[in-house]
């Protein structure tokens, strides 16, 4: 595991959209895994600017996006199908056709979760996976105690994951209680993770999946075993370590 540590948000934002430009120059058709959370936001920020700036091309990639609530109805603006949409498809020039979500709407969760996973595969896999990092060390939406085999599933919130979530609906409430994540081991299968992190909030999280042991607990701590992982985070999510 590589760990960076930058100044800001912008620069690790900027130095995100680096790994992602240079692999849509080797890799026009690559396959990028698209996260959700504020802390990815300085990366598609970055990104849209060098497409329309620069020209840099998305026309071939493919976007898989990590997790999804359940139980939002279609088309609500906190569902990460439209956040995607919102941050990054429509800033770039990547063919909405080839971007997916988990389908939390489904009837056949189970099914629907099989499914995705396919078409991961069918699409080549991941070469690119953005991540963030959840308070409690969460990846995707694999809370603590996921196996770190685990595919596409649904799962449950912890209460403090729909605190820190509350903020983007106007209350608790309206947070939903399950959600449908790609599996750690799934996420594992991305052949480069990039996973960002700013903020004392975070702190004690870094400091657990990049020096705690590999354990269940701490999702984000199986990065340890991935071969091409780099972590980008400021000062003060380094703070702890
Ligand atoms: C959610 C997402 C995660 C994200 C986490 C942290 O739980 N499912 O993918 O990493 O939030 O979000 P933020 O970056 O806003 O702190």
Do not use: W
């Not at 071939?60 to 279609?74: I, N, Q, S, T």
């Not at 196996?147 to 947070?175: H, W």
């Amino acid at each position: 595991m590589e760990v960076v540590i930058l100044p800001d948000a912008a620069r690790i934002g900027a130095m995100a959209a680096d790994a992602i430009e240079a692999l849509l120059k080797r890799k026009p058709d690559a396959v990028l895994g698209l996260a959700t959370g504020s802390s990815p936001l300085p990366i598609y920020d970055e990104l849209a600017r060098r497409h329309v700036e620069n020209g840099l091309d998305f026309s071939r990639a493919h976007g898989f996006a990590l997790d999804e609530y359940v139980g939002l109805p279609v088309g609500h603006r906190e569902s990460y199908r439209e956040v995607i949409r919102r941050e990054f498809s429509d800033r770039v020039n990547i063919d909405p056709r080839n971007v997916h979500s988990p389908n939390g709407a489904a009837e056949d969760i189970l099914a629907a979760c099989e499914e995705y996973e396919r078409a991961i595969k069918s699409a080549g896999g991941v070469d690119l996976q953005i991540l963030g990092v959840g308070t409690d060390g969460h990846i995707g939406f694999n809370e603590p105690g996921s196996s770190l085999a685990s595919r596409t599933r649904i799962k449950t919130l912890i209460e403090q994951t729909r605190k820190d979530n509350a903020r983007f609906f106007s209350s608790i409430e309206e947070v939903p209680h399950h959600v449908v994540t790609q599996g750690l081991g799934t996420i594992m299968d991305a052949r480069h993770v990039v996973l960002v992190a700013t903020g004392a909030q975070k702190a004690q999280a870094v400091r657990d999946f990049v020096e705690g042991p590999v354990s269940a607990i701490c999702a984000a701590s199986v990065l340890q075993l991935h071969p091409h992982a780099t972590v980008l985070i400021d000062e003060a999510a380094a703070s702890s370590l």
